[in-house]
């Protein structure tokens, strides 16, 4: 758990942190910043703020909790979530150096360590456009040559997958236009910030897939049953399905990567649809070979296939999206929540907690039990400790709301 002390309150726990670190000293000007479980302290930070510029004076790990990235999370927290603008500051006298360059720390030609420009980056919505727009662009790219090459070649199967990377444009686009609009910070209209507009545009791209899947399926069987004469695809679509095939693969590999290291779920999504892809087209090719060397029906058939694919697809977009809006609870985070306020605070009892999600950002409310005779500041002071170390070690909550109830005799 992430704590913050003014000089009054290291006055009152001064023989503690004596007995931490035998060099603590304390600056009356300075930010004290400590990593604490149930109220012991792993790991402290002083920090002095002199005009926009921060100068980290000391940081100490405890001996029997070194190696365990202590110091690493306690320099993310204050550089996340503490300063805002200016420039992070180390002396040129340290044993640490190693550490701080590969914290991002860069060495002064007169032998001090600085991150210049402090600010909370927002590294996931860059690399999330990144990723996102080489895949419209190679969708675009299959869409076009399957669609083409399945009409010329005369595979209805081909020209039902080059809808579906068609389909992806759309979801594609839609995930990029989610990426823009649920970055957009929050306003007096809308104080929660913009990130259900991803979930509003989720149902959309869900409705158009839906009605793509119809006209596809629908015109594939009424050949199928109409009796006329079905046509031998080219033996050159098949190809073209292969290529499909790759590239899905590598878009797949990029989307999961990029996915998981920013945590975007949309973009996780779109990667396991990438996946499926891969085996649409190569059931393509499966089909397109059956036509030719066994029957034409077996063309038909896959390309009324790859449309219950994705209207498969379409269907649960908008399932998970309508999730989002209801604001179903997700069981298993709530009950991660509880297990780490439990073992890291001495709080005895946690209750009523909810939680709503916004885009892939997470709004907590909760309730906590205090003793009935803590002075509001320091129940106000366990609530704003709790909500930043929260939000600290689970990235994707936005905000905490936290009710103060009192212990019950």
Known sequence: MYKSYIYEDIENKLEEFQELDKNFFLDKEGMYYTIENK???????????????????????????RFKSYGTKLLLFIINKKIKKGNLIVGKENSISDFLIKIGFKKKEDGEFVIEDVENKDFRKKEGQKTVIA????????????????????SRALLADGFNSLSDVVTSSGILLGIHFSNIPEDESHPFGHEKIESVIGVIMGIFMILTAFELGKGGVEILFSGEKREVPEMLT????????????????????????????????DAKDSRNDIFASLGVVLGILLSIYVNPIFDLIISILVAVLIFKEGVSV???????????QDMEFIEEIKKYIYENTDIKNVHDIMMRKSGDKIFLELHIRVPKDMSVYNAHKISDDLENSIKEDFPLVKNVIIHLDCLLN
Do not use: H
């Not at 920090?47 to 980290?56: A, T």
């Not at 908008?318 to 179903?328: G, M, P, Q, R, V």
């Open 238 to 269: 098949v190809y073209f399905a292969l290529f499909s095939s790759f590239v899905k693969y590598f878009m797949y590999k990029q989307k999961i990567r990029v996915g998981l290291e920013t945590e975007n779920s949309a973009l996780i999504a």
């Open 318 to 328: 908008i399932l998970e999206t309508t999730d989002i809006i209801l604001d179903k």
């Open 135 to 154: 895949s419209i662009f190679w969708n675009i790219i299959l869409a076009t040559t399957k669609i083409g090459f399945g009409y010329i070649g005369k």
């Open 39 to 65: 109220n012991e302290i792993i790991a402290y930070i002083l920090l002095e703020k002199n005009e926009n510029d921060y100068k980290l004076k000391r940081i100490f790990v405890r001996k029997d909790e």
